[in-house]
Nanobody, 122 residues
């Protein structure tokens, strides 16, 4: 059974940067697509980014394109989300998910981590 553990969320000022990590266990990491979603209070869970098990396959949500970068380290079974030029509207709980297929709609994701809080505020 695949398990996910996110870390790296914290309070950061607008314009700042932050790097989140998602460690995957219990599955064949190199055959999993791992993605990031976020959920702000009162809003639906939103797709942020995903990376397929084939190196170089990445997709981003429109609101983060050009500011966030997803990457994976197959040797460490870890996926990262590098976030830059952070805005107050990026404030949310960030979750990672894993699936053999690419998932960009939270309704179809089956395996989630516990989430990590990112707060962008001065």
């Amino acid at each position: 059974q695949v398990q996910l553990a996110e870390s790296g969320g914290e309070l950061v000022q607008p314009g700042g940067s932050l790097k989140l990590s998602c460690v995957v266990s219990g599955g064949t990491f190199s055959r999993l697509t791992v993605g990031w979603f976020r959920e702000a209070p009162g809003k639906e869970r939103e797709f942020v980014a995903t990376t397929g098990w084939s190196t170089g396959t990445t997709y981003y949500g429109d609101s983060v394109k050009g500011r966030f970068t997803i990457s994976r380290d197959n040797a460490k079974d870890t996926v990262y989300l590098q976030m830059s030029d952070l805005k107050p509207e990026d404030t949310a709980v960030y979750y990672c998910e894993a699936d053999p297929a690419i998932i960009t709609d939270a309704r179809f994701a089956k395996t989630w981590g516990q989430g990590t809080q990112v707060t962008v505020s001065s």
